[in-house]
């Protein structure tokens, strides 16, 4: 099983970075996605996840309407669409898969997730 995170980056204050989850060894289509942020000093943090069946969305607070997930079960990928990016989400992002079938949003808890990938840096300057 390997989830590969890439796209990280320096972006400045009000920029858009678009970050992309490469899997393979396991059932893509038939696990949920979640992408989560840890900034140092701090416990990590869920930013988005996307369902497996219905593809049903669910985003904190600190991301709604600024980041988008999405996923492509063909090409075994999901993305982060990051816009209006702020030194505050600077953070090394990682995404996970989950089997698991529960509520979209029970998805932003950590303990959800089966696989974890490396995470890629994102730097925002002010």
């Known amino acids: 099983v390997q989830l590969q995170a890439s796209g990280g980056g320096l972006v400045q204050t009000g920029g858009s970075l678009r970050l992309s989850c490469a899997t393979s060894?396991?059932?893509?289509?038939?696990?949920?996605i979640g992408w989560f942020r840890q900034a140092p000093g701090k416990e990590r943090e869920e930013v988005a996840c996307?369902?497996?069946?219905?593809?049903?969305?669910y985003y904190p607070a600190s991301a709604k309407g600024r980041f988008t997930i999405s996923r492509d079960d063909a090409k075994n990928t999901a993305w982060l669409q990051m816009s209006s990016l702020k030194p505050e989400d600077t953070a090394v992002y990682s995404c996970?898969?989950?089997?698991?079938?529960?509520?979209?949003?029970?998805?932003?808890?950590?303990?959800?997730?089966?696989?974890w990938g490396q995470g890629t840096l994102v730097t925002v300057s002010s």
């Open positions: 060894g396991f059932a893509f289509d038939d696990y949920a």
């Open positions: 996970a898969a989950t089997s698991k079938t529960p509520v979209v949003s029970a998805l932003s808890s950590t303990t959800m997730y089966d696989y």
């Open positions: 996307i369902a497996s069946s219905d593809a049903k969305t």
